[in-house]
């Protein structure tokens, strides 16, 4: 299970495959409670395994409602200092945010070479991987829509944009001519570009780069690139996948 801020994600590791994959909104679960979530869920399964950034309480209330439901312990997974060919740069380890971490063990399976890493939700994170798998660190910038938000809430004459105002950003159409549009395409530059620039700075010290990236906005993204980048949505479902085939 991949929980975020703004979402739940869940697949099944069968035979070393991810099916049954689903998702469902955190307002959603905010609303009805997580038996919402769990009526979706199989009960048959052998383990569950969490990477959980809506905190302890949550975290708590999760892994008695699902242990329950599927009648199994329920386990967290933690940024470490190494695992699965992934090694982290921080000094202190378990500060790196989870989701992080098991989206870098996502794509180190996947990838041999240097690689950034993106995930693009309610915040954006960029992470890069040389070819040994050494964290070289990374970035933490708001989302699209958080900074589109952010705007209409600090000042006074910009509304707020909802999530389709905002298209591909690849000719003439980033120069928006109404004010919603040009918060939407001024967001998804500024994610792009960040994007870009970390790429360039990646490639110089380590050569071609894989670009990687999964989160709602993924899609969006991909569209304004100017690189090309592997779509991957269940990335943190991925690097789950290998840490549970890691531990058996």
Known sequence: MDVGNSRIKWGVLDSGNIRRTG?????RIGELGLAALTARLPRRVDTVLVSNVAGTSFATRLSGVVGMHCDVDVHFARSEREACGVVNSYRQPRLLGVDRWVAMIGARAEFTSPCLVVDAGTAVTIDALDAEGLHLGGQIIPGVQLMAASLASDTSDIPAVQRKAAGAAGTMEMFANTTSAAVGQGALNAVTGAIERALRVLREQCGDPAVVLTGGDASRILKSL???????????LQGLARILEDTE
Do not use: N
């Open 23 to 27: 998702h469902i909104s955190m307002g």
């Open 226 to 236: 100017d690189e090309a980048a592997q779509h991957r949505p269940h990335l943190v």
